[in-house]
């Protein structure tokens, strides 16, 4: 069953097109990416989804309601964190999530929203005011805020922009979590290695969708460039970005036959600085 | 109406955090009236500054309730908390009804110590039946300076649109309301502009409560004209506010 229905969404600003005739649907329980630059249309669609903005034509469903017509109904249903925190910088973490969560009428509010401030590692500074917190913790308190309710569909607008890789790698192991249990995310993003770890992305620029596919298989429409220096001769290919695509090309170089597949992961700058750290905290606590 | 105290308390915990502008809603206009005294002594005696002191008093309410309202709705709106609270169950007339809710309390502090304030500067000898309808004429107006900023932050989409209102709003309230003459000598049109502002009526209550002969049914009607003004802006409020852009 499909959570997110879209018929050929359209919104303009003024003449600038924003949707264009936009159509896709959303499988249940799926983490479901947006990726595109700037300006590509991926606010514009968060927002028509929530309910904040009329679209000029076409129409969506969330949990086959209208998010205009049937808004009480489906705002129970759906969490979203908006692009920027949103929150009062006056009152603490804790008094925010409260807030929000008792629009939600969140039953055991306190217990969950202990619970919610351990998960994303600001119990310490749980009661101390928002507005003396860095830009990632504020996207840490947005998050618990969007989530505090266990909504049905979660909306997150660029949720890890500004967030240490930590905790980046914990909000997604969260959000993997999430959809195993049957929620479904709808995240919106520009980094490539995000878009990695959803189950289906839809590429916008421009208020158009310019491919919808798995990663893996929007990967496979890469090229690898492979660069093989042998007695001072260096030779470069150009193959497909698929493991077997470079265990083929290694065959010509006296690779065994029966290996079908050769993957390389090398850590990036953010693994590097992430290991290092843990390695210093695992000192520390020793 | 559980969400319209959930607001309320949540405006209130806001302002007891945000001691800048607390300070700023209760010694500001505490300021200003001094400002009005050092202005008055200047006047040659024969000007009877006492029956403009009142009035200036509820001018100055009127003024920074409007002010400081409207650009904290505005605030919200910009910083995005407006549209997710809007998102996280909570109705216009709610988001509304907190607000005024939990400006009532401050609009009330407000009231008393700006009238606390006149009363001992400018040693005026109102017996206590005079302060109390005082007091309740100016805080009737504090409230309907708050619904006035709620209504006109619906048009603002960021602080500066709030302050175009101030020449629209506030300075025909100082020259066609009462405040300085009495308009029945200025054209009609100019009149039937003056009325259509809520501190006349406030103006006009002061006026006849400071007068010895004063009886609460001379007022009435400016007293309902007062009030019809805090449902008349909450109607309109909630009709303006916007849920989608």
Redesign the interface.
């Known amino acids: 069953m499909n959570a997110i229905e879209i018929v050929k969404l359209t919104k303009y600003y003024g003449k600038i097109c924003a949707l264009n005739k936009m159509s896709l649907d959303v499988p249940e329980g799926t983490i479901y990416g947006l990726v595109g630059p700037n300006g590509a249309g991926k606010t514009t669609l968060i927002?028509a989804l929530?309910?904040?903005?009329?679209p000029d034509s076409g129409y969506a469903k969330v949990l086959d309601l209208d998010p205009?017509k049937d808004?009480?109904k489906l705002?129970?249903q759906?969490g979203?964190m908006?692009q920027?925190?949103?929150?009062?910088?006056?009152?603490s973490a804790r008094?925010n999530i409260l807030?929000?969560g008792?629009?939600?009428h969140v039953p055991d509010l306190q217990k969950k929203v202990d619970e919610i401030l351990s998960f994303a590692e600001l119990t310490k500074r749980a009661n101390d005011?928002v507005r003396t917190f860095s830009g990632g913790m504020k996207k840490r308190v947005s998050l618990c805020?969007a989530l505090i309710h266990n909504p049905k569909i979660i909306f997150l607008d660029e949720p890890t922009a500004a967030v240490d890789p930590h905790l980046k790698m914990q909000s997604w192991i969260l959000f993997r979590k999430l959809a195993q249990k049957g929620v479904t995310i709808f995240v919106s993003t520009h980094q490539m290695d995000e878009a990695m770890l959803c189950d289906q992305v839809t590429i916008l620029r421009n208020g158009e969708i310019l491919a919808v596919d798995t990663p893996q298989n929007i990967l496979k429409l890469g090229k690898t460039n492979v660069k093989i220096i042998t007695n001072n001769e260096e030779k470069v290919s150009v193959i497909d970005s698929t493991p077997q695509s470079l265990a083929d090309e290694l065959k010509k170089y006296g690779l065994e036959k029966n290996i079908s597949s050769v993957e390389l992961h090398s850590d990036t700058i953010e693994d590097i600085i992430l290991s290092i750290v843990q390695e210093k905290e695992k000192g520390n606590k020793s | 109406m559980n969400h319209t105290f959930i607001i309320a308390r949540r405006v209130l915990t806001q302002l007891k955090g945000d001691r800048r502008f607390l300070a700023l809603s209760i010694i500001g206009p505490l300021i200003i009236v001094y400002f009005l005294k050092l202005l008055f002594n200047t006047f040659p005696p024969m000007i009877d500054v006492k029956s403009y002191t009142m009035p200036f008093t509820a001018f100055i309410v009127h003024f920074l309730s409007f002010i400081l309202c409207a650009i904290l709705l505005v605030q919200e709106r910009i910083n995005g908390t407006l549209e997710r609270m809007m998102i996280g169950g909570f109705s216009k007339t709610s988001i509304i009804g907190g607000y005024t809710l939990g400006y009532f309390g401050l609009a009330t502090i407000q009231a008393i110590t700006v009238l606390a304030e006149s009363i001992w500067l400018f040693k005026l000898s109102y017996d206590t039946k005079t302060v109390v309808l005082l007091f309740i004429v100016i805080w009737l107006l504090a409230i309907v300076s708050v619904m006035l900023g709620i209504f006109i932050s619906t048009f603002a989409k960021h602080e500066a649109h709030v302050f175009p209102f101030i020449p629209l709003i506030i300075l025909p309230s100082v020259f066609l309301t009462g405040l300085i003459i009495k308009p029945d000598g200025l054209p009609l049109w100019a009149q039937i502009i003056g009325k259509c502002l809520p501190i006349h009526y406030a103006v006009n209550i002061i006026h006849e409560i400071i007068k010895p002969t004063y009886t609460i049914t001379d007022t009435l009607l400016d007293y309902g004209i007062l009030t019809g003004y805090i449902f008349a802006l909450l109607v309109l409020a909630s009709l303006t506010l916007k849920e989608t852009e």
């Open positions: 927002k929530v309910g904040s903005l009329q205009l808004k009480w705002r129970q759906i979203y908006p920027s925190p949103a929150l009062y910088d006056d009152l008094n807030f929000f008792k629009g939600q005011a805020c």
